[in-house]
C-alpha cells in the first residue's frame, strides 16, 4: 500500500502575495525560489532530529487564536528568542509567551496579514 512520506507543502490564500513573501523573506530568512511566490525547504539543511507534524484539531480549538484561520503555519527555527525580536521588528504582534516542554521551545506571532504563526525550536541535543 502507497504511504505518504512527509508534508508536501502548505499552501494557503492571501491578500498580497508578494509582498507577504517578501515579509518572510526579510524577517525569518526565507529562501524563496525563482518565481518568488514560494520556499523550498530541503530534507539535507534540517537537523538530524527534525521531524513534520501533521494535526488536525478540534474546530472548537481556541489554540489558533487570536487569528481566525482555519490553519496555523509552524515553522522550525534555529534560535526562537532571535526569530522573535525579528519578526517583533517587522511590525508582527507577539502573542502569547514562550512555552517550553520536551519536544522544544514554542513562540507565536501574528503576521502581516493577521495569520497565527508557531514558531517551534528543537529541544537542545
Not at 492571501?14 to 530541503?42: R, V
Not at 501533521?54 to 487564536?65: G, I, L, M, V
Not at 522550525?76 to 526569530?83: R, Y
Amino acid at each position: 500500500m502507497a504511504k505518504v512520506l512527509t508534508i508536501g507543502g502548505v499552501f494557503f490564500k492571501s491578500e498580497d502575495p508578494k509582498s507577504l513573501c517578501a515579509w518572510y523573506e526579510k524577517w525569518l530568512q526565507f529562501k524563496l525560489e525563482p518565481d518568488h511566490n514560494s520556499a523550498a525547504f530541503k530534507a539535507a539543511g534540517l537537523p538530524e532530529s527534525a521531524y513534520a507534524v501533521w494535526a488536525p484539531f478540534p474546530k472548537s480549538t481556541f489554540y489558533f487564536a487570536p487569528g481566525e484561520q482555519q490553519f496555523m503555519l509552524n515553522l522550525m527555527v534555529d534560535d526562537l528568542d532571535g526569530a522573535l525580536a525579528q519578526v517583533e521588528e517587522g511590525g508582527a504582534e507577539r502573542v502569547g509567551e514562550i512555552e517550553e516542554c520536551e519536544y522544544g521551545r514554542f513562540g507565536w506571532f501574528l503576521d502581516p496579514e493577521g495569520n497565527k504563526v508557531e514558531l517551534w525550536q528543537l529541544p537542545q541535543q
